[in-house]
T-cell receptor
Framework: AQKITQTQPGMFVQEKEAVTLDCTYD???????LFWYKQPSSGEMIFLIY??????QNATEGRYSLNFQKARKSANLVISASQLGDSAMYFC??????????????FGRGTSLIVHP | AAGVIQSPRHLIKEKRETATLKCYPI?????VYWYQQGPGQDPQFLIS???????DKGSIPDRFSAQQFSDYHSELNMSSLELGDSALYFC??????????????FGPGTRLLVL
C-alpha cells in the first residue's frame, strides 16, 4: 500500500525567505509519481510540481523545487523567496503505476504554511 | 487555458435529500476522479473513470453513485444525504495514458452543506 507522511502540521516563514515542506512516502512500486498541490483558503487545489521516480534530476517550476531523495523516500518541496500569497495548505501526493502499486492517488495530511511580512 | 469546471459551486441540502454534482473535465482529458474533503482533512478518493468506464473505487458510500458520459463529463449522485456528507467535493481530470506522470488538475470544488 502507498502512504504519504507530512510531519509538519504548520510552518511559519518570513517573506522573501526560503522554506522546505517535508514529505516522506512509502511504496513497493518501483515506478511512481510524486506531486505537490497548493490549497489556498479559497479552497481550490492548484498543481505545483511533479517528480517521477526515474527522473535523474530534481524537478523545478519557478520558485518551487522538489528535493527528491529516493533512498530516503523523501520528496520535500522547497519554496524560494516566499511571498505573502504563498500562505496556504500544501499537500504532497503520490501515484503508482498500478499492477502492484496503485493507480489511486494518495494524499498526505497537508502542511499549513503561513508567510508573514 | 481551459480548466476543470464543477457545478454547482455551493449547494445546501437537507438530510435525506438527494444531490447531483457535475464535472466537466479539461478538453481531451479522458480520466475523471472524485474526491471528498472534510474540514481540515486531506482529499479522500471516492471513484474514478477512464474512457467512460469506472476504473477505481475508493471510500465511496453505497448511497453515492457516479458515471462518466460520452462527452467525458461526470456526475456524482448522492442520495439519502447525511450531516456527515457536508464537505468540499472535488473533481479532477487527467490524461489517463500518461502513466505515473499523469497529473490531475482539480476543479474549484463544490461545497455541500447538509442541514
Amino acid at each position: 500500500a502507498q502512504k504519504i507522511t507530512q510531519t509538519q502540521p504548520g510552518m511559519f516563514v518570513q517573506e522573501k525567505e526560503a522554506v522546505t515542506l517535508d514529505c516522506t512516502y512509502d511504496t513497493s512500486d518501483p515506478s511512481y509519481g510524486l506531486f505537490w498541490y497548493k490549497q489556498p483558503s479559497s479552497g481550490e487545489m492548484i498543481f505545483l510540481i511533479y517528480q517521477g521516480s526515474y527522473d535523474q534530476q530534481n524537478a523545478t517550476e519557478g520558485r518551487y523545487s522538489l528535493n527528491f531523495q529516493k533512498a530516503r523516500k523523501s520528496a520535500n518541496l522547497v519554496i524560494s523567496a516566499s511571498q505573502l500569497g504563498d500562505s496556504a495548505m500544501y499537500f504532497c501526493a503520490m501515484r503508482g503505476a498500478g499492477s502492484g502499486g496503485s493507480y489511486i492517488p494518495t494524499f498526505g495530511r497537508g502542511t499549513s504554511l503561513i508567510v508573514h511580512p | 487555458a481551459a480548466g476543470v469546471i464543477q457545478s454547482p459551486r455551493h449547494l445546501i441540502k437537507e438530510k435525506r435529500e438527494t444531490a447531483t454534482l457535475k464535472c466537466y473535465p479539461i478538453p481531451r482529458h479522458d480520466t475523471v476522479y472524485w474526491y471528498q474533503q472534510g474540514p481540515g482533512q486531506d482529499p479522500q478518493f471516492l471513484i474514478s473513470f477512464y474512457e467512460k468506464m469506472q476504473s477505481d473505487k475508493g471510500s465511496i458510500p453505497d448511497r453515492f453513485s457516479a458515471q462518466q458520459f460520452s462527452d467525458y463529463h461526470s456526475e456524482l449522485n448522492m442520495s439519502s444525504l447525511e450531516l456527515g456528507d457536508s464537505a468540499l467535493y472535488f473533481c479532477a481530470s487527467s490524461l489517463g495514458s500518461s502513466g505515473t506522470q499523469e497529473t490531475q488538475y482539480f476543479g474549484p470544488g463544490t461545497r455541500l452543506l447538509v442541514l
